[in-house]
């Protein structure tokens, strides 16, 4: 009986250890690194192109003497293009800021001004007369600028945005005509005053929408408002001048292309989980 349970267990271990032998499990599989996703680095390069309505605030001139401070009867700037450039950076989804440069092809000048004909011939030396002044202005803007974006909606980024800085407004030389009012064939002769260039403060107001064209090109369509303040326009002549422009609003309808450095998001291949290896049997 003894050697028969002997005989029993001997049998029992000799076949569990067959068995465990037997079952092999493989290493399980290296995990693969986690995937790498290219990230824009935020700073980006702006151009624009612009159609700007000017809107001068009007001008005014010493006549006769510095104590006699006139103001033209009429004046106006015509309308023209713009072009821009800048380099700004993207500080999160919701804010951003450039610096921006801006120049503001030749606008003509139009205005005129009342008084006496001085010049007109015999008869005319107390006639009332009209004076025609002709100019042209260029302006280059530098503008610190931020903006906030509203959300994207897909493709679409809308925004709304400020800016501070200068702009250097030159005035080319204004010619002036004085004409008697009842014969417009007598007239003055056209003196000349030199034009005058300043530094004057400015700021702006922005509002527009960003579009997605590729993952690192976004156009951008919008409106922008420019205060310029006044300054000195021209120079003393023929007992004339000097003269100021007392301010200029543009508004610009703008289009332009925002370029993000750095690539874009983009995950690289994510292989399929790892399934547990069913065992081996052998």
Not at 23 to 52: F, K, N
Request: glycine share 14%; aromatic share 12%; with cysteine.
């Amino acid at each position: 009986m003894m050697k028969r349970l002997i005989g029993t267990v001997v049998a029992t271990l000799l076949t569990t250890s067959a068995f465990a032998a037997d079952l092999y499990t493989p290493e399980p599989a290296p995990q693969a690194a986690p995937p790498v996703v290219s990230q824009s680095s935020g700073w980006y390069l702006r151009g624009d192109v612009g159609y700007a309505f000017t809107d001068l605030r009007g001008a005014n001139y010493f006549q006769g003497s510095n104590s006699n401070l006139v103001d033209f009867s009429s004046s106006s700037l015509d309308d023209n293009f713009t072009l821009g450039g800048g380099v700004g950076y993207q500080i999160n989804n919701y804010l951003r800021a450039d610096l921006t440069m801006d120049y503001l092809f030749s606008s003509d000048f139009n205005g005129s001004t009342h008084g006496d004909c001085g010049a007109c011939g015999p008869g005319f030396t107390s006639v009332a007369a009209t004076s025609h002044d002709v100019a042209s202005m260029t302006a280059f803007s530098l503008l610190a600028n931020a903006y906030v974006d509203l959300g994207t909606y897909g493709a679409f980024t809308p925004y709304l945005g400020g800016g501070l800085g200068g702009t250097y407004v030159k005035w080319d030389n204004l010619h002036n005509t004085s004409c008697a009012d009842d014969d417009s064939s007598s007239c003055d002769g056209t003196v000349s005053h030199n034009g005058r260039g300043s530094w004057r403060f400015t700021y702006a107001l922005m509002a527009g929408t960003a579009i997605d064209l590729t993952c690192n090109l976004k156009a951008d369509v919008g409106y922008r408002f420019r205060h310029i303040e006044g300054g000195d326009m021209f120079g003393y002549a023929e007992n004339g001048g000097p003269g100021y422009d007392k301010g200029i609003n543009i508004h610009e309808a703008r289009l332009g292309a925002r370029y993000t450095f750095g690539g874009c998001e983009t995950a690289t291949y994510m292989p399929p989980a790892d399934i547990p290896p069913a065992p081996v049997y052998k």
